[in-house]
């Protein structure tokens, strides 16, 4: 339920410590940070800076070690396992680097998954399913596997996927990593469209150039936001 | 040779390192490997050994036979079997005997009954076994006239006599005469079944009538006379007798039956489907570890890929899997051997039933061999799916698939669910039999044996004819004891009966005499039973007509009889048989006939309600009740009913038996509810065995069930991750688990129901009234199946659902 008044994401202090083999890692260290309806943020930073734990713990894909997560002005950390996989289903699209397609099921399958898990009648599931493979021109190539089509156009695939839902936020998590300039930018253009219609978008990247295409550039350092520079400044630099 | 053994060093290398795979596997094997060995132990020493008797295959019982009188293998005549002896040109050697019930008193110890048959003098030769000690019959020896003499069997001489060779030659006391023994013989034989002495005929066959037929007999068929030529000619005399002996002979033919069809004939069944049963028990099990070793080939593929590219021959991978099955089977023939052997002493612990010759049934060379042969098999059966399946020369595709979707993990999966539909559709097929074996022993349960089996004692007695020849001697024995037994506190009634229920009576033949005679071949012919008046009240049999026998009929006043209602309906459709009468000449009821009186004629005075007289699985025949005192018997049945624990009573009752004669010795004690028992032991016993095997499948093929869907969510991790990134909840992971086992067993259960459908027929003698098709059965049991194997695919469905979406994000 967002709210205009109300940010729809608020971190505060939030830290996540991984254990293993009697080695703590300090992924996120005390993270401050609040998206509003409608942002478009792009997180970058050096290699195994906390990007993905951060994007992870947004997308109710894992918990903080400390620290509070409010979506929507609800605390996260009060949900139930039931509820985190009905957000997940309903209020979050995710794009991976890897794609993530699943090879048993073909393009069309693959897109309307979500859809599966949110209990859409059938006529509803098959329509938005449709629109969103429209939307990455993709149609033609519904009944193909995942293994059948090319790197940009798993991609789009999984855009397709991430938005059929109509999510309130769309996290990608370095979705050009894998792809070539010409296909990162194809799907660079396709979430930029999206955000012109009011999609809130949250994307990791290193690539200074996608960065741009954000209204908000975050900078994370040790688990730490160290600099936040706005649209304009980042075009300018 | 050097190959092999390196083949053999890495086998047992890969064994070592996968501790839990290789002991998954070869218990599942000793499951299914020892099974089979302890039911083929069994097979071996009932159906494949030969009999233990000079050329075996020449041995055959000679049975008369009248279809039309619905009797198959009825004893003969020894008027007939005195004629077959003529036959040279079949028999080397022909041999007839009845079973007398004889008390053998000596000073040895107390008085007790002992299994005797009296023999014509070839009895012994006809088997060509030699006696331990002493002699055997000789030729004559068996006429009327001749010396009392006996031979005894190993056991009898053990226990009685403790083994004293002396025994030879001095005299033991058979119902009171003193028999010389002149031999003793060899531990195992005990022909027909656990005899302990043989005695000679002592009479003389032609002397009889050719209507009493009580006599069995066997005979060896000269060396160049296959049994169907035997057949053949027996049969043209058999015509020839009934044109010379129309009164006697009409309708009868001759069967011969080799001596181990019918020694084991009766089991073999049984025995067959159980052998089925744990053929099918193996396959699971085979499946399993199929399953089990495609896993390890899927994990070991990036191995087999080097060393294919190192130039490794297909040829040479095949054989280094097949060693590692073949090693992985023999590990588990071992253990299923000591399986068996341990199984096999439990069944003979339990000791269920007497399948005939099972006493033999121990680990020999056979069943070595035969272990050898099922784990060498089972070795190549069950590895070389994997083995194939893994080396075939594609290694582009390995390359291309990745670590992923590999063929372990992709056509590999085809074929481990082709394996577990395969293993519901056996455990379904178990499992069916075993159910349809389970309503039958319900069934046979429920039958109603016309009595009150509670709280009734009955045991057996025997008048030897020294001390009691006069046959009111008998009768007044028998009123005199039931009279004092009915004293003793505790006991409610006491009576005697010639025959107990479902002990398959003797039959006679009688007429209606306001009829027109019967034309021959056509005599009516009935069960009968001696009973004392209370008989009916003590075993809570009603009287459907009429009244009961009373103490007042004696042997001087008329004849009365009461008919069961078998024979009411058969014989009396349309009126009352209520003072109608019979007549019964009761001389043609064999040896005994002598010390009673001719034909005489009987009033119905009443009808007694059925009771199961042939077993509780078969129709009652129909019956005469004579009075005891009319029609005495010298081996009589005592039955007590009694309002205490029936067995806590006899020592009482022993003792009134022998306050009236001390010698007399006391068999065959059991409660009525123990008959009963015994009656269903062997359909309690295969049903038994078919379910172990049964369970056994079931747990298999669960195992197996739960091993694919383990592996496949270990192997879809990375798939269930994105699916739960992707907003699916547990209960969707779980359904979607559930349901990829559930297609399976829903595979399987369509396959083994169609397959069983068509199978039960083999089982359909062991059924009693079940069809091998019951609807019933099929559903309860399909359901059954269909549960067990849900709960299998739960628990690693449970596993998926604690899968961490965070896996979606990491690339492996
Ligand atoms: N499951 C885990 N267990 C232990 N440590 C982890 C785990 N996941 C991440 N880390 C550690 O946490 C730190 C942050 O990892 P994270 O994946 O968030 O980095 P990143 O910024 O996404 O890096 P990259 O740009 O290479 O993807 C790293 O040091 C990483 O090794
Ligand atoms: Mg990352």
Known sequence: MPSSDRPMIRLEGLRKVFFTDEMETHALS?????????????ISGPSGCGKSTLLAILGLLDSPTEGDYWLNGHPVAELSPIERARIRNREVGFIFQSFNLIGDLTVFENVELPLIYRGLPREERKRNAREALDRVDLSHRATNRPAQLSGGQQQRVAVARALAGRPSILLADEPTGNLDSVNGEAVMELLDDLHKEGATICIVTHDARYARHADRVINLFDGQVVEEIPKAAAAAN | MDNFLQDLRYGARALIKNPGFASVAVIALALGIGANTAIFSVVNAVLLRPLPYQNPDQLVMVWETSLARGLERNPASPVNYADWREQKQIFDHIAGWWYPQINLTDDYGEPERVRTIDVTDEFFSVFGVQPLLGRTFLQGEDRRDAEPVVVLSYNLWQRRFGGDASIVGKAIRLDGTPYSVIGIMPAGFSFPEDIEVWRPLGWDPTQHSRNARFFDVVARLKPDVTIERAQAEMTALARRFEKEYPQSNTDWGVTLVGLHDQIVGRVRPALLVLLGAVGFVLLIACANVANLLLVRAGAREKEVAIRMALGAGRFRLIRQFLTESVLLAMLGGALGLALAFLGGRLLMAINPIDIPRADEAGIDLRILGFTLAVSLLTGLIFGIVPA??????????TLKEGGRESRAGSSGRRIRSALVVSEIALALMLLVGAGLLLKSFFRLQGVNPGLNPANVLTLNLQLPFSNYSDWRQVSNFYAQLTDRIEALPGVTSADVTGFLPLESGWRLR??????????????????????SPGYFRTLGIRLLAGRELTDHETADSPGVVIINEAMARRYFPDEDPVGKRLTSSVRSIGPLARYLPATIE?????????????GLGRAVEEAIYFSHRQFPYRSMSLVIRTNASPLSLLGAVRDEIWAMDKALPVSDVKTMEELLADSMAESRFSTLLLGLFAALALVLASVGIYGVLSYSVAQRKHEIGIRMALGAGQGDILKMVVGQGLVLVAIGLVTGAAAAFGVTRLIRTLLYEVSATDTETFVIVSLLLGAVATLASYIPARRATKVDPMVALRCE
């Not at chain 2, 893994?390 to 290694?395: A, I, K, M, N, Q």
């Not at chain 2, 009688?510 to 009973?531: C, K, M, N, S």
């Not at chain 2, 009987?602 to 042939?614: L, Q, R, S, T, W």
């Open chain 2, 388 to 397: 194939l399946q893994f080396s075939r020369p594609d290694l582009n595709s």
């Open chain 1, 30 to 42: 005390g993270i401050h940070l609040e998206i509003d309806s409608g942002d478009y943020v792009s």
């Open chain 2, 602 to 614: 009987y009033e119905i005075v009443g009808i007694a309600g059925n009771v199961k007289n042939d």
């Open chain 2, 510 to 531: 009688f007429a209606i005499p306001d009829r027109p005679p019967t034309p021959p071949g056509e005599e009516l012919v009935a069960q009968y039973h001696q009973v």
